[in-house]
C-alpha cells in the first residue's frame, strides 16, 4: 500500500513527499527486522513519487535520452522497522545543480525517527556521460514546486 501526500513542514528545505509504506515479511530478517538494504528500495519508492508529485514523467525523461543514475546513496540507522509496522519516507530536494541532484530522506515510524539518507543522482545521456538539465526539468526539482510542476 502507497499513498501519497505533499507534507509542507517548516523544517523542510522545500516542499517534500511523503510516501506511506506497510513493512512485508520478505523485507525483514530472521528477527522480523527491517534488512537494512531495503531502506534503499524504500528511497526509490519516495523519489518515484517525488517525480510524479512534481510533474516529472521520468519515462519521457528517458525517451528525450535523460537518465539520472543514482552515483552515491547512504543511509543512518536509528531504530528498527519490524514486521507489518507502516512507516513514512519523506524525501525533498537538498541541493541541485546543473548537472546533479543530491535528495534527502527520513523513515520515521509516527514520531519516532527510524532512519535518515541521501543519494546524488546525475544527470546522464544515453552515452553515459554527464548531461545539463534542460530548463523545465530543473525548474521542477526547485524549492516551492508541487503537484503538476505548479508554483507555489
Known sequence: MIRRQVDHQEEQPDTAVQ?????RY????????AHHAV?????EAARAEFCRVRGI????MEDAGYFLPVVE???RYRAPARY??????TVHVVEHTRRTLR????V???????????????????????????????QRFAPGVCAGGAQE
Open 73 to 75: 546513496a547512504r543511509c
Open 26 to 33: 520478505a523485507e525483514t530478517d530472521q528477527m522480523r527486522v
Open 57 to 60: 514523467d521520468y519515462q519521457a
Open 84 to 89: 507489518d509496522e507502516e512507516v513514512t519516507v
Open 103 to 106: 535528495m534527502g530522506y527520513r
Open 108 to 138: 520515521t515510524r509516527e514520531a519516532t525517527l527510524l532512519a535518515e539518507g541521501e543519494t546524488l543522482q546525475v544527470l546522464v545521456g544515453p552515452d553515459g556521460r554527464p548531461r545539463t538539465f534542460p530548463p523545465d526539468l530543473l
Open 19 to 23: 510516501v506511506h509504506l506497510r513493512v
Open 39 to 43: 531502506y534503499f528500495v524504500w528511497f
